[in-house]
């Protein structure tokens, strides 16, 4: 299964974006030349017909709670954004039945762009994600790990979605009763780190603090840690979408089993 081979030829559909996100780079070289300084950005960015204050983040809740401790995390970063004109949306994962990818390679070897299942939240999610600039997955810790649904999203989105993916700033979201949250905190981001999506980070790990629901909102330095990294969030998508520099060219990937 050619993963990259797949990406490459589906990253087409996100071509109009990219080249839109170009041209505001081509609009705010010129103001640069033309000493009109980095305030203009914004405004070169609307010459170019990309608004930037029409960026959107898709926040994963994978709690079965819908409104539990991971939805007030996330509500706490949507509420941040919006400061920013950044729209948001919390899509729950965590209270419906959700497959585990069973590794068919289907999505890849029919260019599909989804799972091949089709019977749970997984393509929507795809789907949300290719509107999306950004992605935040949260969980609750079980057992020291992710909820099983949310991991099962997310390697799915990743592997059969990930053309709506590379590229863009991710983080996760983990929230316990007392311990195991840096674990499930670096499980939920390691597939973001395959998908060359920057990982955005705050001024803590991105993790909170309570059992009960609601819980959350009494752990004052867990939601400081959201706003920031929502804060961060903001400030580099608003930096990609201004920025000057190209986005890099991709080798054809390598891929060298260890087990010949
Ligand atoms: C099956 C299960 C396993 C859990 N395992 C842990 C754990 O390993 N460590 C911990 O601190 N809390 C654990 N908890 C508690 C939850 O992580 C905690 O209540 C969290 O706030 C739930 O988030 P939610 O409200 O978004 O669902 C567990 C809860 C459940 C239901």
């Known amino acids: 299964m050619d993963n990259q081979n797949n ?12 080249d839109a996100i170009k041209r505001i780079g081509a609009v705010a070289a010129t103001a640069a030349v033309a000493s009109v300084g980095t305030s203009a950005l914004a405004s070169c960015a609307e010459a170019a017909g ?6 959107k983040v898709l926040l994963i809740n994978g709690s079965a709670r819908r409104n ?11 509420a941040q954004l919006k400061k920013h004109s950044i729209e948001s949306e919390i899509v729950g994962v965590g209270n419906r039945p959700v497959r585990g990818c069973v590794a068919c390679g289907q999505c890849h070897a029919k260019g599909l762009g989804k799972c091949v299942f089709d019977d749970d939240v997984c393509n929507e999610i795809i789907a949300k994600m290719s509107e999306c600039d950004a992605v935040v997955v949260g969980s609750p810790v079980y057992y020291g790990q992710p ?34 949250a840096t674990a499930a905190f670096q499980a939920l981001q390691m597939p973001f780190q395959m998908l060359n999506m920057p990982i955005v980070t705050s ?55 260890f087990v010949r």
């Open 147 to 180: 909820a099983g649904q949310v991991l099962s999203v997310v390697q799915r989105m990743c592997y059969a979605g990930g053309a709506n993916m590379q590229g863009k700033p991710a983080a996760a979201v983990a929230v316990c009763r007392r311990g195991g």
């Open 7 to 18: 990406i490459q030829a589906n990253n087409d559909e996100n071509i109009s974006r990219r």
């Open 50 to 55: 990309v608004n930037i204050n029409n960026l």
């Open 68 to 78: 539990g401790n991971t939805f007030t995390l996330l509500s706490e970063i949507a």
């Open 203 to 257: 001024q803590y790990w991105n993790i909170g603090y309570g059992a009960a629901e609601g819980e959350v909102s009494q752990d004052t330095e867990g939601l400081q840690t959201m706003r920031t990294l929502a804060d961060n969030m903001a400030y580099m998508l608003k930096q990609f979408a201004t920025g000057t520099a190209k986005f890099p060219e991709r080798e054809k990937w390598q891929m060298m089993n």
